[in-house]
């Protein structure tokens, strides 16, 4: 019997492979019940390039939680911020096997209005 989240697993093996086969820089997305966290990832090298999350000390005085849209379009804004710094324009977006809509699709729009084309 398989659970949920060795089905959202197996959803992002999926994704993975064709990003793989891309070649492109992902920006990879995980949630939790508490927090969201961004990562932009050179699928050549297997780095993380940069990273972004609710956990960060300047993204958490001004947040009341890391659990919702708000907080999502921060992360957003910021994982985009740091991708123009190390010249980053063009990504692929690897949702890791959740849905499209709420925060990971927050985290998204606010990616693409601040620079990162998808």
């Known amino acids: 019997m ?4 060795t089905k959202r697993l197996r959803r992002s093996k999926k ?7 891309l070649g492109a820089i992902r920006l990879s997305v995980h949630r939790t019940n508490l927090h969201i966290y961004a990562q932009l990832i050179d699928g050549k090298n297997n780095k993380v390039l940069t990273s972004a999350s609710t956990l960060e000390p300047e993204v958490r005085q001004n947040l009341k939680t890391g659990s919702n849209i708000s907080a999502a379009t921060i992360i957003g804004k910021r994982i985009a911020e740091k991708g123009k710094e190390h010249g980053i324009t063009t990504i692929a977006f690897d949702r890791a096997g959740y849905k499209y809509h709420g925060r990971v699709k927050a985290l998204a ?6 620079g990162l084309k998808f």
Do not use: H, Q, S
Request: no cysteine.
């Open 15 to 21: 994704t993975r492979k064709l990003i793989d086969k």
């Open 109 to 114: 729009d606010a990616a693409r209005e601040n």
């Open 2 to 5: 398989t659970n949920l989240k």
